[in-house]
């Protein structure tokens, strides 16, 4: 059963365009919600996370939108750039976030085209 | 580089051999976790050790067993291997047993033929 649902699978951009990545979850007893960034030939990095008692976080071009209502979160990247191209996963865990907790989402390849 | 290092990179084995994965923690780090990373599953949670202890198992199957030695660098190792084995493992680590974020290796891409 999968409980952190990811879309879409890829995605292009336009330099300088908003790329949004939206997650879905399941199980309301998650209450970290993080997004990784993987280059390819490298492993994940944790890009930015939020947690349920808040409705947004935005860390420079990342923003992270939360709706606990609809179980739904999303990653925005304003001005997306070339450096931006990689595979993003969303994950959701329990217990405050252990690392060890974390169920991911399947990823969406972000192209941003020059 | 997350200073976190994983042999071999790249691993061609055959179906039914056995296979061990090393991983050396960033300095410091006291917990290694370690994934599986495949096309149809995406990225799963395997197992996590915390200063040698067993801390929290994910979907790990019987086959593959992990360890962490009293330097703190961990093995995991897969036995009895499937095609469907065939994935990218990563390591990572953090400072503490609970934390909510870990430094990931560059992985070992595993391909059994």
């Known amino acids: 059963q999968q409980q952190v649902k990811q879309s879409p699978q890829s995605l292009i951009v336009q330099k300088g365009g908003i790329s949004i990545i939206n997650c879905a979850y399941e199980?309301?007893?998650?209450?970290?919600f993080p997004w990784y960034q993987q280059f390819p030939g490298k492993g994940p990095a944790l890009l930015i996370a939020?947690?349920?008692?808040?409705s947004e976080k935005k860390e420079g071009r990342f923003t992270i939108s939360f709706n606990k209502s609809a179980k739904q979160f999303s990653l925005h990247i304003m001005d997306s750039q070339p450096g931006d191209s990689a595979t993003y996963f969303c994950?959701?865990?329990?217990?405050?976030?252990?690392?060890?907790?974390?169920?991911f989402g399947k990823g969406t390849k972000l192209s941003v085209k020059p | 580089d997350s200073g976190v290092t994983q042999t071999p990179k790249h691993l061609i084995t055959a179906t039914g051999q056995r296979v061990t994965l090393r991983c050396s923690p960033r300095?410091?780090?006291?917990?290694v976790y370690w994934y599986q990373q495949s096309l149809d599953q995406g990225l799963q949670f395997l197992i996590q050790?915390?200063?040698?202890?067993?801390?929290a198992k994910g979907n790990i199957l019987e086959r593959f067993s992990a360890q962490q030695f009293p330097d703190l660098h961990s093995e995991l190792n897969l036995s009895s291997l499937e095609l469907g084995d065939s994935a990218l493992y990563f390591c990572?680590?953090?400072?503490?047993?609970?934390?909510?974020?870990?430094?990931f290796g560059q992985g070992t891409r595993l391909t059994v033929v």
């Open positions: 994950a959701a865990s329990k217990y405050g976030g252990s690392q060890g907790n974390l169920i």
């Open positions: 300095s410091g780090d006291l917990s």
């Open positions: 990572a680590s953090s400072v503490g047993w609970a934390s909510t974020e870990a430094f």
């Open positions: 050790y915390y200063n040698g202890e067993e801390r």
């Open positions: 199980n309301t007893a998650f209450d970290y």
């Open positions: 939020i947690r349920p008692d808040v």
